[in-house]
């Protein structure tokens, strides 16, 4: 059983910064970390992903060059920096954990394939 608890959400002007951290229990190599998005109404969407052992990070679209998904493995945390903010970016920020098997670079993005949720922290950019 793998625990997810998040920390970091808030509200912001567009153009601001955010650092989301998310606390693991246990912290195990063998899982890769994503963070998740929500907002009201739309799809929960992939936003990034961190398999430990390597250091492999993959981003969305949408976030490439202003979010940065890292790893401090004695800390047991996994965070993501975001820059640059815009009002689109306002959701629901979920933690997530699967084993590294399950997932690959075409479907780290699906919700389903991950196990272990957090319950989520909200962020909130103003135009």
């Known amino acids: 059983q793998v625990q997810l608890v998040e920390s970091g959400g808030g509200s912001v002007q567009g153009g601001g910064s955010l650092t989301l951290s998310c606390s693991v229990s246990?912290?195990?190599?063998?899982?890769?970390y994503a963070w998740f998005r929500q907002a009201a109404g739309n799809e929960r969407e992939g936003v990034a992903v961190?398999?430990?052992?390597?250091?492999?990070?993959i981003y969305a679209d949408s976030v490439k060059g202003r979010f940065t998904i890292s790893q401090d493995s004695a800390q047991r945390t996994v965070s993501l920096r975001m820059n640059n903010l815009k009002p689109e970016d306002s959701a629901i920020y979920f933690c997530?954990?699967?084993?590294?098997?399950?997932?690959?670079?075409?479907?780290?993005?699906?919700?389903?394939?991950?196990?272990?949720w957090g319950r989520g922290t909200q962020v909130t950019v103003s135009s």
């Open positions: 246990p912290y195990s190599m063998s899982n890769v």
């Open positions: 997530a954990a699967t084993f590294w098997s399950r997932v690959s670079r075409q479907n780290w993005s699906q919700p389903a394939l991950y196990g272990y």
């Open positions: 961190l398999y430990p052992g390597s250091g492999m990070t």
